[in-house]
């Protein structure tokens, strides 16, 4: 966390002290030697910051006397007078300000006329706009032998606004940046390193530690690649919103990732619980971070920002300090790595305080201390293998010692269960045999109790059949006395025809036959004998529609699968059950368009023989019938048919709904029903893998809902 450095401004309470004295020139001598003048420069604070060029030079400098001048975090455009002496071989001078995060830079070049010219360079642009490839801001300076120039610079940025200034050739400045790209490009490789090695480590032990950790350290390095410009000029050279909100946003997540896994690797939760909500506290404080900066109000992200880090570094400490004293080694291991780190963030403010020199021990004193902390915590995070590791071959040795205790303990039981089991399984033998007994009664039980609702069905069916051929038989038998009567008194009136070839009085004998057709009134007794023929040939029709009906019913020739019409069974059975259904009972029929399906027929009659048993029982038991009905609707979907049988009965509670297809459960009274009927309904549907559903409230009558596959046959 690189804020952290910048927030540990608050803890170093030194004053620097000065002379104002006026500013003294620079006199550039040795084309070798690399010059800092910071502390040549004249400075001001344009407080308004829309004071022109001009009339920033009316106004009054104030010396620096710094090395490196520290502006502090500012929203002010800060100005910076200084005045260049050419005594060196060269006429072009490089000015680089080593300050690649200044939102906004120019210089202006006064010439001998009073006027001026500027060079205007920033975060606001992309990198390539600069002319030249480097992420340091450089200014050419044509300044001819022995003479001198002035120039002013102008400077603003959302962070801290240093300005590290360099005053050489074009060969000085090279030589010293490479340096710094090369010991950078080895800080860049520990990151690295360390961040593939914990991610395989990851991979290996699928610890999430390791990830944050991994996530911490692309951030650390994140950080310092940020400051020191090589984000803008690798990462993201095309886009200056993240070059100028990376300063914040990179810090942020640094802060959030380190505060992420010290909470996983210290295990806060249980070994400080207290600290660990300090840490949630200073988790949610990052997260508001996110609100100036995505405003564009960088002054104050990176004041919350800086204030964070500082917080943060505080907590952080005495809660690794706290849980160390508790013995846990993972602590000593981070509070070495974060003394590290804060050692090297203490020489950076040093450095930023003009305490030490800006050198190179002070400008690589932060990736060095936060290199060191990212290798001392990987160490410590091997070591945290190491412990598992042994806790691991610990607890195995403990589980072969009790593993071992147990094997002894079982061996005595043993004996003793032997000689209990003996006795227990001769025990057993005895109830099983028991056992057997009872379940072969209760088969033979059950058996007699299914044969019973057999016959109870039987007996009900034959019942109405009787009734039902009874009916037509009986007027079939009515007609034929009649009939036989009508049949006489034609064959009295053929015979006196025929007497008529013997009568002598042909025409006396004509009168008589006249006379005793009107007495027994010939037109009648045709229509009689034709009316009386029609009622018998009825009569048989009738009959022969219920032996229909009961062969289709029974599908006595069909014991296989077979297609068959749903609704011949619906009308089959409801021709048998007629001589049952009171008068006050309509019978509703509502019947889809439906293809021929395959099932046992004789056992689907049968499920409606009971379910319409059952419905046409509920609606008798009524104490007061008033539009009593039942309705038969049937339908399709997808491979299903569905037939819904609906009545007005006394319906059902939830408990008795729910126990209707157990078998033996009956609601009628001792001797009336065995309590069979629809557990054979519900092993009919199940052997078809069908189903059924029941919709009943009490007084709401009863709806059963069945389903029956198109095509039995491959499901079963």
């Known amino acids: 966390m690189i804020s952290k450095a910048v927030a540990l401004w608050s803890i ?32 001001y604070s344009d407080r308004t ?69 500027s060079t205007r360079l920033g975060e606001f642009v992309p990198y390539k706009a600069r002319g030249y490839d480097h992420q340091n801001y450089r200014f050419k300076l044509n300044i001819p032998r022995n003479t001198s120039k002035d120039f002013y610079l102008r400077a603003r940025a959302g962070e801290q606004l240093q300005l590290p200034m360099f005053l050489g050739t074009a060969e000085t400045i090279y030589e010293k940046n490479s340096k710094r790209d090369i010991i950078f490009g080895i800080y860049v490789g520990v990151i690295l390193a360390m961040t593939f090695y914990n991610l395989f480590i990851y991979i290996s032990t699928r610890d999430k530690s390791y990830l944050t950790y991994v996530s911490y350290i692309i951030f650390v390095g994140l950080t310092q690649v940020t400051l020191q410009g090589y984000a803008f000029r690798f ?78 570094a505080i907590i952080v400490f005495l809660v690794a300090y706290r849980i160390s004293l508790k013995g846990v080694n993972a602590a000593r291991f981070f509070l070495a790595a974060w003394s590290v780190f804060l050692l090297s963030i203490f020489v950076f403010v040093l450095r930023n305080f003009n305490l ?100 109870a069905s039987l007996g009900q069916l034959t019942a109405g059949i009787a009734h039902e051929i009874n009916n037509p038989i009986n007027f079939v038998t009515s007609n034929i006395k009649p009939l036989k009567l009508d049949i006489a008194d034609l064959e009295e009136l053929l015979h006196r025809y025929n007497e008529l070839h013997h009568a002598e009085d042909v025409k006396g004998t004509l009168a008589e036959i006249d006379a005793f057709k009107k007495e027994i009134d010939i037109d009648y007794i045709h229509e009689e004998i034709n009316s009386l023929i029609k009622g018998i040939e009825d009569g048989a029709t009738r009959t022969a529609e219920i032996v229909k009906g009961l062969r289709t019913f029974s599908r006595l020739d069909e014991s296989e699968v077979k297609s068959i019409d749903i609704h011949e069974g619906l009308d089959s059975t409801l021709v048998l059950l007629r001589n049952g259904i009171p008068p006050y009972v309509n019978i509703i029929k509502d019947y889809g368009s439906l ?62 709904k729910e126990k209707i297809f157990d078998p033996f459960f009956t609601t009628k009274d001792v001797g009336e029903g065995t309590g069979l009927g629809l557990s054979i309904v519900f092993s009919i549907i199940e052997k078809h893998k069908g189903k059924i559903v029941v919709n009943s409230a009490p007084g709401e009558g009863a709806e059963f809902i069945i389903y029956l596959p198109l095509h039995i046959a491959t499901n079963l």
């Open 356 to 455: 030490l020199p800006y050198n190179n021990f002070t400008f690589y004193a932060l990736q060095v201390g936060s290199g060191l902390e990212v290798l001392l915590l990987s160490f410590a995070l091997a070591h945290r293998i190491n412990v598992f590791k042994a806790e691991k071959e610990a607890s195995q040795q403990m589980a072969l010692a009790i593993s071992q205790e147990n094997e002894r303990l079982v061996r005595e039981q043993n004996i003793i269960l032997e000689s209990k089991v003996k006795d227990r399984t001769e025990d057993l033998q005895a109830t099983n045999l028991e056992l057997n007994n009872a379940l072969t009664n209760l088969k033979d039980a059950q058996t007699r109790l299914v044969e019973k609702e057999k016959m």
């Open 235 to 312: 990462l993201w050279p095309n886009s200056p919103w993240l070059a100028m909100h990376s300063t914040a946003l990179v810090p942020i997540f640094n802060g959030l990732t380190a505060l992420w896994f010290i909470q996983q690797f210290l295990s806060t939760k249980e070994n400080y619980p207290i600290g660990n909500k300090m840490i949630n506290t200073m988790i949610v404080l990052y997260l508001l971070c996110f609100i100036p900066t995505f405003m564009n109000e960088y002054v104050y992200a990176q004041i919350l920002v800086q204030f964070d880090a500082f917080m943060a």
């Open 12 to 43: 170093i309470t030194l004053a620097v002290f000065f002379n104002v004295t006026a500013q003294s020139p620079i006199d550039f001598q040795d084309n070798k030697k690399l010059l800092q003048i910071g502390s040549h420069l004249g400075l």
């Open 49 to 117: 910051n829309n004071l022109s060029f001009e009339e920033v030079q009316k106004q009054t400098f104030t010396p620096s006397l710094q090395d490196v001048p520290n502006l502090q975090i500012t929203p002010y455009t800060q100005w910076a007078k200084f005045s260049i002496t050419n005594h060196s071989s060269s006429n072009q001078l490089v000015l680089e300000v080593e300050s690649p995060t200044i939102d906004d830079i120019t210089i202006f070049e006064l010439r001998a006329d009073g006027s001026y010219t």
């Open 595 to 656: 293809p021929k399906i395959e099932c046992y027929a004789g056992k689907v009659n049968q499920v409606f023989m009971n379910i319409f048993s059952n419905a046409l029982n509920a609606i008798k038991t009524k104490p007061v019938h008033q539009n009593e009905f039942i309705s038969i609707k049937t339908s399709k979907e997808e491979e299903f048919i569905v037939i819904t049988i609906k009545d007005t009965g006394t319906g059902m509670s939830d408990a008795v």
